[in-house]
């Protein structure tokens, strides 16, 4: 049985009562207050882990953690510290993730690459496309590109502002759909050109992406790119920075195109080159969604399970040998 750590009156608290899973409260005496029969500490931020460790302390436990990013650690001696000593084991999302906690010192036999999983969706029929275009104010002959993430710099959503700029003439069919929130999207919305939409937060993702031609990953900074493989399983190619996880889901030419980070005139030849096609686009999210199936949520938890079963059998095999000596 698991149990979920979550803030207080949070979605993840809700989500997770709402599938009958036990949830503690995340705070220090929450946590400790849990811990007797647990076998199993898993923690998916570098908050998580150090609060992780400081509530399992003493008790025999193996603390797991997962690392979502690929960026440098400003301090790679505590990052070492917390990830190589602190915890019996690593899941990186990526080879990527995968190659920085390395840089960073820890042991390449502690970390286990495992990437995020999505859900495989059921594909919209017609009727259903069009009404989700309808939504989003889309006319039938419109190329609509779009976007779902948060609004950082690391995100490079103005990348794709750029690049929609340099389309303008070129595609006066092109439509812009960038969801989500943050602090970039502010600064964005005052300088945004005609066709280029800034919606918020998604309430039903699933309706956007049904709505969409390509999807657009522009990030300079991925450790892996769930929401563009959460497109690729809608049956959708992307266009995403050629760099950390995405270069490894992505097959440049066959499910999508790799441009370079933050170059929007290489981002705006690469839409260009979808909307040029729409019989190849067409194929092309048929074989991203078949990739996607590489990337399931039930291989990942297999591979998770598979995972916490090797640490658990390194403990046991440790507790049968000190009683053999």
Known sequence: MQTIAAPPGSELERKARAEGF???????????????????????TGRAQTLAFSASMGMPVKRVATRHVAFEPRHPLVHRLKYGYLCEGIIAVSQAARRVAMSAGIPGNRIEVIPTGVEIPDLPDEHEREEARKLWSLQ????????????????GQDVAVEAFGLLTARIPELRMILGGEGPERERLAGSLPAGVSLP????DPARLLAALDVFLMPSRSEAWGL???????AGLP???SNMGGLAEMIEAG?????????????????IAEAASGRARLREMGSRARERARRFSVEETARRTEEFYLRILGARQSISASERRT
């Open 200 to 203: 918020g937060r998604i309430a």
């Open 22 to 44: 036990p949830v503690a409260p995340l705070s220090l005496p929450g946590l400790r207050s849990r811990m007797r029969g647990v076998e199993i500490v898993h923690a998916h």
């Open 238 to 240: 992307v266009i995403a």
């Open 227 to 233: 929401a563009a493989l959460e497109a690729m399983a």
């Open 140 to 155: 039938p002959g419109d190329f609509a590109a779009g976007h779902l993430g948060a609004f950082t710099k690391e995100k």
């Open 254 to 270: 066959e499910t999508g195109w790799l441009v370079s980070p933050g170059d929007a005139q290489a981002l705006a030849e690469a």
